[in-house]
């Protein structure tokens, strides 16, 4: 069994920066591919972006390409996404997610552990 759990949510204003963290707790062999997903209102869960057991591959949503990085402290068992020149569109309930093994990144049903999420919001 694993355990995740977000925190670094806040409000913010546009361009401004936020990192999130994920702590794990549990089996580290069923972290293997740790990711992070959001759901804003009205709209569909999301794939962020997907990093493996050593960080050495990592993919990242088209629409936060190039403003979001993913990356994990396996010492820490936390995983990070920072999050930077945030915009009104980015603003949702963050998720930390993670499979025991290689799968599809962005299919959300691929996961096997959830964390409760953590609120984004940006202003304009």
């Known amino acids: 069994q694993v355990q995740l759990v977000e925190s670094g949510g806040g409000l913010v204003q546009a361009g401004d920066s936020l990192r999130l963290s994920c702590a794990a707790s549990?089996?580290?062999?069923?972290?293997?591919?740790m990711a992070w997903f959001r759901q804003a209102p009205g709209k569909e869960r999301e794939f962020v972006a997907a990093?493996?057991?050593?960080?050495?591959?990592?993919e990242h949503a088209g629409s936060v390409k190039d403003r979001f990085t993913i990356s994990r402290d396996n010492a820490k068992n936390t995983v990070y996404l920072q999050m930077n020149s945030l915009k009104p569109e980015d603003t949702a309930v963050y998720y930390c997610?993670?499979?025991?093994?290689?799968?599809?990144?962005?299919?959300?049903?691929?996961?096997?552990?959830w964390g409760q999420g953590t609120q984004v919001t940006v202003s304009s």
């Open positions: 997610a993670a499979a025991g093994g290689w799968t599809m990144f962005r299919s959300s049903g691929n996961y096997n552990y």
């Open positions: 549990g089996r580290a062999s069923s972290t293997f591919i």
């Open positions: 990093v493996t057991w050593g960080g050495g591959s990592t």
